[in-house]
């Protein structure tokens, strides 16, 4: 049996990723011991860790002027260190959804925010365009993709301010011009890692502004000089993340995951604009995710929802159900995704239009 | 080959997790999927972190008034967590060690830390004793077992203040009686699990008598609150231990692993204690770690330490050079080391002396 695993987060992995995690729990680097149970100082462990920042910074074309750190607590976490290390007087954010709205509601203990543009009149179904960002604002802040609503900024904004990203979603799904931004986070269970690490590129140039006392452990400057081994790291989280970079660079890199994420994104939307039992939750086809397409039952099929949940669990698909603030559905389709898997649920929706 | 792991951290964990471990990251709970990339909100994964809650419960016998938490970031983050949600205005602090002095740093960020006593003058080689703590604190902060320098607080303490301890290092190592602590925090890979995630065990009434605006993920409110699932729990982490508490509970408990770890410690201190190369770091007995045991070279012999280096590699023995800030040796002997591998250093030792 193969499982088409759509969760969003944590979410599927390579089998690359997976066999050889599962290879390194019992016997690490030819070590004989587990990477759950070697010390982070140990030679072979700080390999890991070097080939990983490296990668990073060799797929995303990453300039000499940013560090690549590897930290702990999620996006949630970066949701208060970044106006901690970055906020004197004011921010702006863009709130397009859930997860931009948590950044704000940190980011409002350390200054003024101003709410720049949002989507919330429409529960976060578009991208707002069309705003201005101030020049004098500290850094301005988007969340790139939008998990829980299906959205995705697609292309890399040009505004006089700098721009802190949080890409915890779509992070190595397409190519990102990196000097467009001056800090990046991602929580890793998306396209890179299981939970338990967080991606952070920052252009170093940004720290050391702020005069508020910063704890060690949330100053990123403190990461930078301890080459993110400034505590334990989450050794085995860390582990699995070279392995993805691995398999990424094995597979093309970014732009060959490019191609094929857009290749998955058209067929199933065009099935979702074709299907006369669905309806996709983003109108604007330039707003929709490739990474977490949400949809609903069109006018008039609402009760068959249940029904078409054990059509697709027939199919071996699992973790479509939508997030509980959206409902319907919801297919995440990483990188990791195979289109075959597309596929199958694509298969599985015209099984069920024949139906009614 | 059998590989004798003395890491002081990450270190030794039992067969039974790493097997379990490596067979979940391939198949999870019959699911067909990776431990690593199924949902945290799957029945499966829940059912992980409550059995993981429950096991914690049970076997440190956990009165009602207390929380169990897994969270994220090491004992490093408690070290400013804890002052960020409980002082008020002072704090006593006992410095034992590099530990302690780093919690000490970070709790200055917040109100008077009040040094009470400290083992600083004999290069934190004795656990400070007589002291008197003032019942006007917010709190009294020990680490209970010091894994650079190799000393331990082996009882529970009685001072008219709430005691917060940080037991990364001896958690589940002796029975404790958690009635004597306010929170207990441990970063989980000594004797637990790999790193990446931390035990919280924190009396609720402690709480919200602080002004301070603190951040969502800071405020251990939310993580009662959520059940440590605010956000994304690193799931590896916490599967690895909950398998390391099925062991603890199948093999007899804390109150077995106590005496097993006081067999542990007596032959390696008695071979110390008797080994003409061979100083042990802690005069007093009474304040020597069950956890990690330290030493050097005895006078006359300084010369030597790399080739008993060799001759320990020679026994398949990894992990003793000791922490640079002490030299020597370190023998780390947490739950999971079996007594037969400190019987192999024991018998390299003797090897040693008698080339001498």
Redesign the interface.
């Known amino acids: 049996?193969?499982?088409h695993?759509f969760?969003?987060?944590?979410?599927?992995?390579p089998e690359f990723?997976?066999?050889r995690?599962?290879?390194a729990?019992?016997n690490f680097a030819g070590?004989?011991?587990?990477?759950?149970?070697?010390?982070?100082r140990?030679k072979e462990f700080v390999a890991v860790m070097d080939e990983a920042r490296d990668l990073v910074k060799e797929l995303l074309e990453v300039p000499a002027d940013y560090e690549v750190l590897f930290l702990?607590?999620?996006?949630?976490?970066q949701?208060?260190m970044v106006p901690?290390n970055l906020m004197k007087t004011k921010a702006a954010y863009l709130n397009t959804g859930t997860w931009a709205s948590?950044a704000i509601?940190?980011a409002k203990?350390y200054g003024e925010v101003i709410e720049i543009a949002s989507s919330k009149d429409k529960n976060f179904n578009y991208i707002p365009r069309g705003y201005e960002v101030p020049a004098d604002v500290d850094y301005f802040h988007i969340t790139t993709n939008n998990t829980i609503f299906g959205t995705e900024i697609l292309e890399d904004l040009d505004v006089p301010a700098r721009i802190v990203a949080d890409m915890s979603s779509d992070i190595f799904s397409r190519p990102i011009d990196i000097k467009k931004y001056d800090v990046i986070y991602a929580?890793a269970?998306k396209n890179l890692?299981?939970?338990?690490?967080t991606l952070v590129i920052i252009k170093k140039d940004i720290l050391g502004k702020v005069d508020r006392?910063i704890?060690?452990?949330?100053d990123y400057r403190t990461h930078i000089d301890k080459e993110s081994m400034?505590?334990?790291?989450?050794?085995?989280?860390v582990f699995?993340a070279l392995m993805t970079l691995r398999w990424l660079k094995e597979n093309g890199g970014i732009k060959e995951m490019e191609k094929k994420n857009i290749a998955k994104a058209k067929l199933l939307y065009d099935e979702l604009d074709r299907n006369k039992m669905f309806v996709p939750n983003i109108p604007n086809p330039e707003d929709r995710s490739r990474m977490n397409v949400t949809f609903v039952m069109a006018s008039g099929y609402e009760e068959f929802e249940k029904e078409f949940l054990e059509i697709a669990a027939a199919h071996?698909i699992?973790?479509i159900k939508g997030h509980r603030s959206v409902g319907g559905f919801r297919a995440s389709i990483y990188n990791a995704m195979p289109i075959e898997s597309v596929g199958v649920l694509v298969e599985a929706m015209k099984e069920f239009e024949a139906k009614h």
Chains 1, 2 share one sequence.
Request: aromatic residues 8%.
């Open positions: 049996m193969k499982t695993n969760y969003a987060g944590p979410s599927i992995l990723t997976k066999e995690t599962a290879e729990v019992m070590t004989g011991l587990s990477v759950m149970e070697v010390s982070h140990s702990q607590g999620g996006a949630s976490t949701f208060y901690f948590k509601k940190e203990l929580g269970q890692a299981p939970s338990g690490v006392p704890p060690t452990m949330i400034f505590n334990t790291p989450p050794t085995v989280p699995a071996d699992v973790g």
